[in-house]
């Protein structure tokens, strides 16, 4: 179950520490166990959350006798929801120093048979694609050095059968529910034993226990599905969207946004919010979102960060004004935020050098021309905390954009221990985040990381929804979003129509198409109103219309891929209702030849024996006949059709 360094296992271990002696070795024997009625929580760290009744949590203790060093397993059952979570406490109960060099929270060792390994690695603008190769004799290993959990690969893996697919055979899940540096590692040794690991990444991280202190190792969700893929990522939606997502926002409609990013970067005054809250109002849009530049001294973004003081000459009015004013349209107001960050160009770097992680004596690695405050490091985080309150108390803020703009490099701390910075810094954004939440518990916070660098289960414990990446070209989007819904629920997906040509790619696809991608999650837009032509309005003002009927449906509903835009000939989802009687269907055709053969979408998640009828054209089918011969999609001239097709069970 946790296996460790210098006990004669030679696969990769879960655990390895450097005892007062210097030695590498934890040799962990049973001391006692203990199962108690509810699920385990974790201090400082987000943890998957249940009512009494609906969990139950196990604790094995473990102690190395030489050392004295006790290892409490901890796992939490929620048997409805067919999950087991796993974390890790290590103590110090010994009387020297010991050094925590590496630690997971799960380990899965399989004593048979031939394993692939499905993981999700990406880039910004181009997050969680689809991987997927067979665990060989080699140690496979992903994981992140960047400080946050990254785009390069996300934290969760998933461990198949050779034959399994989306809709058959065995399947493990494994979702790491921490947003810094990560390790996944999968071997098969030479007895032909699959061994997969999940948790902290072993490079930077050096973990000093005094006598009689504690470290806890986030949490693993582990989950099983005997019915492919799709079964794995119903469990996983529903286990994050019920029991780690939480807040006022959890099962709450959320708003209809637009954000000024892409419609105005950093050239906006406050005309041009106030412009966009009545072009909102006009279309029935719930929100406008002044993005990054209302701050500090911030037209680009060389300097600025860390300055949380309201640019009123930019604005040309007071925050509360213009909140106001946007308020006053029938819209609400929501801000973007990047607190973790610093501009050398800013009062803050001035005044405090030292809050930046820089390392002596080096030149600092910048990224996005910005630094990273020490995190881990309270006076920092209270500082910052209290001029963002400063800001929020401003008006009636009703939505923030967390936001988190480039890796980690040069971890250092001027006042803590190295080896602990990486992972104190995520638990100082984890305890900021506690407090914001405790202090406005009304604000909807959006998470953001260059869109979705920062994607993981640890921050949709308090950041119910995050921006999925900067990307959003509709065609590219649908591979983004096809990789996201492995693990993560719609509602946690934020998802906007942009302008075309779009700013990432060039590339123009119908209002249409790009309203039907964006439907895929928490909707929005991303671009100006006040350049869109009548026919645009009103098109925009029916997918809001659309959305509001589907909102339920998409976000509560249980989510299945119809197809696999990296190989077919279209891209196709499916939302099906709790009691199956609603079905939302998207399809978009990727594919456009001479002669063009009919694809068919087989439907899932239906009730095979009753009729459902699609709602426009009233034609009707068995739910097995949408299920085994699925539906024939038109063969229309052009590229990127989108369609959204609604089935009821008839009566
Ligand atoms: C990141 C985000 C964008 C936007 C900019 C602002 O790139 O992902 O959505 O907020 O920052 O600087």
């Given at each position: 179950e946790y296996p460790t360094m210098?006990?004669?296992?030679?696969?990769?271990?879960a655990l390895i520490i450097r005892n007062h002696d210097e030695s590498e070795c934890c040799d962990l024997r049973y001391v006692s166990h203990e199962i108690r009625q509810g699920k385990y929580g974790l201090p400082g760290l987000p943890a998957v959350y249940a009512k009494d009744e609906e969990a139950q949590s196990l604790e094995i203790i473990l102690e190395d006798?030489?050392?004295?060093?006790q290892v409490h397993l901890l796992y939490g059952v929620l048997e409805e929801e067919d999950i087991i979570t796993r974390s890790v406490q290590i103590m110090n109960l010994g009387t020297g120093k010991i050094v925590v060099e590496k630690a997971a929270s799960a380990c899965l060792d399989f004593v048979n048979g031939e394993y692939d390994l499905v993981t999700f690695y990406g880039r910004h603008a181009m997050e969680r694609n689809f991987q997927r190769t067979a665990i060989t004799h080699a140690s496979h290993m992903i994981g992140s050095?960047?400080?946050?959990?990254?785009?390069?690969?996300?934290p969760a893996v998933i461990v198949a059968g050779?034959?399994?697919t989306e809709e058959n055979g065995n399947c493990y899940g494994m979702v790491f529910v921490y947003s810094g540096n990560f390790m996944c590692e999968a071997e098969r040794d030479q007895y032909e034993q699959t061994r997969v690991l999940m948790g902290?990444?072993?490079?930077l991280f050096h973990y000093p226990l005094e006598p009689q202190e504690t470290f806890t190792v986030p949490e693993t969700i582990l989950c099983f599905s005997a019915e492919g893929f799709g079964g794995l990522s119903v469990k996983y939606h529903r286990c994050i969207r019920e029991h780690i997502c939480r807040g006022r926002y959890r099962d709450n409609i959320r708003p209809v946004l637009v954000n000024s990013w892409e419609a105005a970067y950093f050239q906006f005054n406050g005309e041009t919010i106030l412009q966009l809250a009545r072009d909102a109002a006009e279309l029935g849009i719930d929100m406008v979102v002044m993005d990054?530049?209302?701050?500090?001294?911030?037209?680009?973004?060389n300097s600025g960060l860390?300055?949380?003081?309201?640019?009123e000459s930019k604005l040309g009015c007071s925050l509360g004004e213009l909140i106001r004013k946007v308020n006053d349209t029938g819209v609400k107001f929501g801000i973007w935020i990047e607190p973790e960050m610093v501009s050398e160009d800013s009062n803050l770097y001035r005044e405090?050098?030292?809050?930046?992680?820089q390392i002596p004596g080096r030149k600092s690695v910048r990224g996005r021309n910005q630094l990273v405050l020490d995190f881990s490091r309270e006076e920092v985080r209270k500082q910052i905390f209290e001029e963002i309150c400063g800001v929020l108390d401003q008006g009636n803020i009703e939505y923030i954009k967390w936001d988190m703009n480039r890796s980690m490099v040069?971890?250092?701390?001027?006042?803590?221990f190295q080896g602990k910075v990486a992972y104190d810094f995520v638990l100082g954004v984890y305890d900021f985040l506690e407090k914001l939440m405790e202090k406005y518990p009304n604000i909807l916070i959006e998470g953001c990381s260059g869109g979705?660098?920062?994607?993981?289960a640890g921050m949709m414990y308090y950041?119910?929804?995050?921006?999925?990446?900067?990307?959003?070209d509709a065609l590219d989007r649908l591979r983004i979003q096809y990789g996201t819904s492995f693990f993560y629920p719609m509602s946690v997906i934020g998802a906007h129509v942009s302008a075309v040509p779009?700013?990432?790619?060039?590339r123009s696809i119908s209002l249409h198409t790009r309203g039907v991608v964006a439907m895929t999650g928490a909707f929005g837009y991303e671009l100006?109103?006040?350049?869109?032509s009548v026919e645009e309005k009103a098109q925009i003002k029916e997918q809001i219309r659309q959305y509001k009927e589907y909102e339920d449906l998409i976000c509560r509903g249980e989510y299945y891929r119809l197809s696999n835009p990296f190989r077919d000939s279209c891209a196709a989802w499916t939302h099906v209702s709790k009691g199956k009687d609603r079905v939302l269907v998207h399809v978009v055709m990727l594919e456009n030849h001479g002669n063009m053969t009919v694809s068919y979408v087989r439907l899932r998640?239906?009730?095979?024996d009753v009729v459902y009828e699609?709602?426009?054209?009233?034609q009707r089918y068995y739910g097995s006949a949408l299920m085994e011969a699925g539906i024939p999609m038109p063969v229309e001239l052009g590229e990127y059709h989108a369609y959204q097709l609604e089935f009821r069970i008839t009566k």
């Open positions: 210098g006990t004669g296992d030679f696969r990769n271990s006798s030489a050392s004295k060093v050095r960047r400080g946050t959990s990254s785009h390069q690969y996300n050779q034959d399994t902290l990444h072993c490079d990054d530049g209302w701050f500090g001294k911030r037209e680009d973004d860390g300055d949380w003081q309201v640019n405090h050098p030292d809050w930046a992680m040069d971890i250092f701390s001027s006042t803590n979705g660098g920062r994607f993981d950041t119910p929804q995050i921006w999925c990446s900067d990307n959003t779009n700013h990432q790619t060039g100006s109103l006040d350049k869109l998640g239906l009730l095979p699609e709602v426009k054209s009233r």
